[in-house]
């Protein structure tokens, strides 16, 4: 199975920016799309990015549009979510996952694996 690592997270204040990262294991990185959700404390698990395989075609949540970019290198088997103009409701665990295709990717339910999360914590 693909195994997934976040990193990157941490406390931030209110405008500022993180990087998180999500190592792959595998040489087979490109054949999946890659998506960041994120938990926050007591609400349901929100889609936040995806990109897709090959053409690398990115959808963002409402909530993130404009702030927020995510990126992949095949080369190096990771995944990145740029995280700018950071506002406190951003305090979440953030988990990165990967799908076998590039349908319906703002569904949780079409990714096979998971990372264990990451934590972000926007103070004001």
């Known amino acids: 199975q693909v195994q997934l690592v976040e990193s990157g997270g941490g406390l931030v204040q209110a405008g500022g920016s993180l990087r998180l990262s999500c190592a792959a294991s595998g040489r087979t990185f490109s054949s999946y799309a890659m998506g960041w959700f994120r938990q926050a404390p007591g609400k349901e698990r929100e889609f936040v990015a995806a990109?897709?395989?090959?053409?690398?075609?990115?959808y963002y949540a409402e909530s993130v549009k404009g702030r927020f970019t995510i990126s992949r290198d095949n080369a190096k088997n990771t995944v990145y979510l740029q995280m700018n103009s950071l506002k406190p409701e951003d305090t979440a665990v953030y988990y990165c996952?990967?799908?076998?295709?590039?349908?319906?990717?703002?569904?949780?339910?079409?990714?096979?694996?998971w990372g264990q999360g990451t934590q972000v914590i926007v103070s004001s």
């Open positions: 996952a990967a799908a076998p295709n590039d349908f319906a990717l703002m569904d949780g339910r079409k990714y096979d694996y």
């Open positions: 990109i897709s395989m090959s053409v690398r075609r990115t």
